[in-house]
C-alpha cells in the first residue's frame, strides 16, 4: 500500500447537507425568494375604459370619427391563439393625403393596445395584416391617424368561442 496515496476515509464523504436534493431544493427556495414570492397566475383582462383611454391616449386627445377604416375579421373565432385580421383605411396616400399610423385596440385581452402599424405616403396603399390573440369574446377598435391630424375608426365585435391569452381554466 503507497503511503502517499490520499486513503479513503468516512470524513471525506459528502456531508448529508450536500445532497442533490437539498442543492436543488435551496436552488428554488431562492429562487423564489428572489421574485419575492412571486405567484404565477393568469393574466387579468383589460376593460372598457382602459381601450378607451388607450384609444385617446393614441389620438392626443382629439375626437376619433368612424369611417375610412375597415376591420376586416371573423365575427365568430374559432380558436383565440391565432385570428387573421386585415385594416384597410380610404386614403389615396399622397404627400398631402395620407395615413401615417393604424393602431388596433382590444377591450379583453390582458392589454388594450395590439399593435401599432407606422406608414408613410410612400406605402402606395393603406393596407395592414398580421394575427393576434383574443382572450375571450370582445370588441376590437382600429383608429388610423391621417397626416392632417384627424382620427378615423372602425368598431366590430368578436365571439372567441375556445379563449387564447389565459392559463388555467376560467374563460
Same mark, same amino acid.
Given at each position: 500500500?503507497?503511503? =502517499?496515496? *490520499?486513503?479513503?476515509?468516512?470524513?471525506?464523504?459528502?456531508?448529508?447537507?450536500?445532497?442533490? +436534493? +437539498?442543492?436543488?431544493?435551496?436552488?428554488?427556495?431562492?429562487?423564489?425568494?428572489?421574485?419575492?414570492?412571486?405567484?404565477?397566475? +393568469? #393574466?387579468?383582462?383589460? /376593460? /372598457?375604459?382602459?381601450?378607451?383611454?388607450?384609444?385617446?391616449?393614441?389620438?392626443?386627445?382629439?375626437?376619433?370619427? *368612424?369611417?375610412?377604416?375597415?376591420?376586416? &375579421?371573423? #365575427?365568430?373565432?374559432?380558436?383565440?391563439?391565432?385570428? #387573421?385580421?386585415?385594416?384597410?383605411?380610404?386614403? *389615396?396616400?399622397?404627400?398631402?393625403?395620407?395615413? /401615417?399610423?393604424?393602431?388596433?385596440?382590444?377591450?379583453?385581452? *390582458?392589454?388594450?393596445?395590439?399593435?401599432?402599424?407606422?406608414?408613410?405616403? +410612400?406605402?402606395?396603399?393603406?393596407?395592414?395584416?398580421?394575427?393576434?390573440?383574443?382572450?375571450?369574446?370582445?370588441?376590437?377598435?382600429?383608429?388610423?391617424?391621417? =397626416?392632417?391630424?384627424?382620427?378615423?375608426?372602425?368598431?366590430?365585435?368578436?365571439?372567441?368561442? &375556445?379563449?387564447?391569452?389565459?392559463?388555467?381554466?376560467?374563460?
Amino acid at each position: 500500500m503507497n503511503k =502517499n496515496a *490520499p486513503q479513503y476515509s468516512p470524513e471525506l464523504q459528502t456531508p448529508d447537507s450536500l445532497t442533490r +436534493r +437539498r442543492v436543488l431544493g435551496t436552488s428554488v427556495a431562492l429562487g423564489a425568494s428572489l421574485l419575492g414570492g412571486a405567484v404565477w397566475t +393568469r #393574466p387579468a383582462y383589460a /376593460t /372598457t375604459e382602459e381601450m378607451t383611454a388607450a384609444i385617446r391616449k393614441f389620438a392626443n386627445g382629439a375626437a376619433v370619427r *368612424p369611417g375610412r377604416v375597415r376591420l376586416a &375579421i371573423s #365575427p365568430i373565432v374559432d380558436n383565440g391563439n391565432t385570428v #387573421p385580421i386585415e385594416i384597410t383605411v380610404a386614403s *389615396p396616400m399622397t404627400v398631402a393625403d395620407h395615413v /401615417t399610423h393604424i393602431a388596433l385596440f382590444n377591450e379583453r385581452n *390582458p392589454q388594450s393596445d395590439v399593435v401599432n402599424f407606422y406608414l408613410n405616403h +410612400r406605402a402606395g396603399r393603406a393596407h395592414v395584416a398580421t394575427r393576434i390573440r383574443l382572450a375571450t369574446t370582445q370588441k376590437l377598435v382600429a383608429v388610423a391617424r391621417m =397626416n392632417d391630424g384627424s382620427f378615423w375608426s372602425h368598431t366590430v365585435e368578436v365571439i372567441v368561442a &375556445i379563449a387564447a391569452c389565459l392559463e388555467g381554466d376560467e374563460v
